[in-house]
């Protein structure tokens, strides 16, 4: 869905704007900076599963300018091995959503085999049900912890009240970005939005316009 930079005036329609095949680096030092890379976006998935905004459908730039630094990051995965410790006695089933979660994105997070994508939003789906699974249980454990009675009632009806409110949240951005795939038009100017430094997205937008024979604005784009 990228399109490539076309002028106004030529004959030939506008094509995609590809990324750049992450299998087609061979150097060494490459491969390197693309395993942190991968780390970091690793971190970023994390992230978005737990508030998913904004979502884009050009993560190049996110992962340099969004995503956790590499230490941040580090520091993330490091936590989440313990907590996976942590709950192999104690709750399983969070043990499982987090090795879930993991090994789901393995195969498409540049630490195997590389792919042609730093990150993208599908890759997560299957991954966010293990996610799902690591919460809900980890909700469940903390509640049968509570061990001062007169705290329950307070910390059940809060548990009960921040799910709602969460899910109302989630429920709100996802209307929201319903809105944005509505015409490619909408698409572009949301990723020049959140993207605004990205000349990809800038071209892509312009060549959205383009073709709804916005000719005028197109040009301010393609400047």
Not at 73 to 102: K, N, P, Q
Request: hydrophobic share 45%; with cysteine; glycine share 4%.
């Amino acid at each position: 869905m990228y399109v490539e930079r076309g002028g106004i005036a030529s004959h030939r329609s506008p094509r995609l704007i590809s990324h750049t095949p992450l299998s087609q680096i061979a150097a060494w030092d490459s491969r390197i900076n693309i395993f942190i890379t991968s780390i970091k976006s690793l971190a970023y998935y994390i992230i978005l599963s737990i508030y998913p905004y904004p979502l884009s459908i050009d993560y190049d730039r996110f992962v340099a300018t969004r995503a956790p630094l590499l230490i941040q990051a580090i520091l993330l995965h490091v936590s989440i091995v313990l907590l996976f410790f942590f709950f192999m006695r104690r709750e399983r089933l969070v043990s499982l959503g987090i090795f879930w979660f993991y090994v789901s994105l393995a195969p498409v997070s540049n630490t195997v085999f590389l792919v042609n994508s730093i990150m993208n939003e599908r890759f997560l789906y299957i991954g966010s049900i293990g996610f799902v699974i690591a919460l809900v249980f980890g909700l469940k454990y903390a509640s049968d912890h509570v061990t001062k009675k007169h705290y329950e009632t307070y910390v059940y009806t809060t548990l009960i009240c921040t799910t709602i409110l969460y899910g109302l949240l989630l429920a709100r951005l996802t209307f929201n970005r319903l809105g944005d795939w509505y015409t490619e038009v909408n698409l572009w100017k949301q990723e020049v939005l959140i993207n605004p430094l990205s000349a990809r997205t800038h071209s892509n937008l312009a060549t959205a316009l383009h073709l709804e024979d916005k000719q005028q604005e197109a040009i301010v784009e393609y400047g």
